[in-house]
């Protein structure tokens, strides 16, 4: 069986990455574009030349031919466009954060349940080898006790017009990359946080531009640096009482830099393992293919998502000293 996809919106990112990815998975096909810019269409007809275009998001979803949507809307459209392409029978792939509250995702995660279609957000990181070879080492003991988590995830995007800059398409580094860093401690370790011991944020017209973090995780502490207004950073390190494991180049595989996993062992030992030809986006359509073809549990799936969500607010909440 064979995917039919259509993406709900022409966004860069889309037309750069996960169009192309839809377009290149096994056993999926993008065959429609919901979008009211002939200009902008053109770029995805540019890779997949019998791409169907609907002058706007309610035709896509009334195409019968069509099974699963992939959205790339702003922040605050998520929820819901993802709740109406549930009812409309379509299988959801949504853009991070698929919510802006944890309570939503809870409405989603119910709509899922009831229509028994595969809603999830696209969290790709957890498909890409190299993330899941890190977890395997953490599970199997190669730096001993885990101790520590540091993360970093920065870039520099001033531009006042861009919707990662305004409060009202739900914008910020913590909904844009702090999403990143979080989840990934979450999911590398399998915790939840006690607490949030720090936030530090920086407003920049209602967006936060910086966001310096620290929490307490049962057995071991963690610490985050993301921001919107700083040099290209990304690394995660996961430090032990016998070793570390630090990833490089974690959310922006071959595009920041090369994916290795490097395993720091005691005496100043190293071991590194590299990972240049996978490509994420394309590994999480062949995962959610599956899964909706075969059953195969999705990497990602809401509950997750609503994880991250909730220590995303109670990080919200303690910078306000609510």
């Not at 109406?84 to 709509?111: F, N, Q, T, W, Y």
């Not at 030809?277 to 195969?296: C, K, M, P, T």
Request: hydrophobic share 45%; with cysteine.
């Amino acid at each position: 069986m064979t995917l039919r996809w259509g993406i709900l919106g022409a966004s860069n990112f889309a037309r750069a990455f996960m169009g192309p990815a839809i377009h290149a998975a096994r056993q999926s096909a993008l065959v429609a574009l919901a979008t009211s810019s002939a200009k902008k269409a053109i770029g995805f007809s540019a890779f997949c030349p019998d791409l169907r275009v609907h002058s706007d998001y309610d035709a896509l979803l009334s195409d019968p031919d069509i099974d699963a949507v992939y959205i790339p809307l702003p922040n605050t459209l998520h929820v819901d466009w993802t709740l109406k392409a549930l009812d409309a029978g379509k299988h959801v792939l949504c853009e991070k954060p698929i919510a802006m509250a944890a309570s939503d995702i809870d409405r989603l995660i119910a709509k899922r349940d009831e229509t028994g279609l595969l809603a999830a957000e696209a969290y790709m990181i957890v498909h890409h080898p190299q993330w899941l070879r890190a977890r395997e080492m953490l599970r199997d003991g190669a730096i001993g006790r885990l101790a520590h988590v540091e993360g970093t995830f920065t870039y520099n995007n001033p531009d006042a017009a861009n919707i990662r800059n305004k409060a009202e398409m739900g914008g910020g580094g913590i909904a844009d990359i702090g999403v990143y860093t979080y989840g990934a401690t979450r999911w590398m370790t399998g915790q939840e946080p006690e607490a949030i011991t720090h936030a530090d944020l920086t407003y920049e017209n209602g967006v936060d531009v910086v966001a310096r973090v620290s929490a307490r995780f049962p057995g071991f502490t963690a610490q985050w640096m993301n921001s919107t207004r700083m040099h290209p950073m990304q690394q995660m390190t996961f430090i032990g009482d016998a070793g570390a494991i630090r990833l490089t180049a974690p959310f922006n595989a071959n595009v920041y830099g090369e994916a290795r996993v490097e395993l720091h062992q005691p005496d100043l030992g190293l071991r590194v393992e590299r990972f240049p030809a996978a490509n994420h986006y394309i590994l999480q359509v062949e995962a959610f293919s599956r899964s909706v073809r075969d059953g195969e549990p999705f990497g990602w799936p809401l509950e997750q998502a609503r994880g991250t969500q909730a220590m995303i607010d109670a990080i919200h909440t303690h910078a306000k000293g609510v």
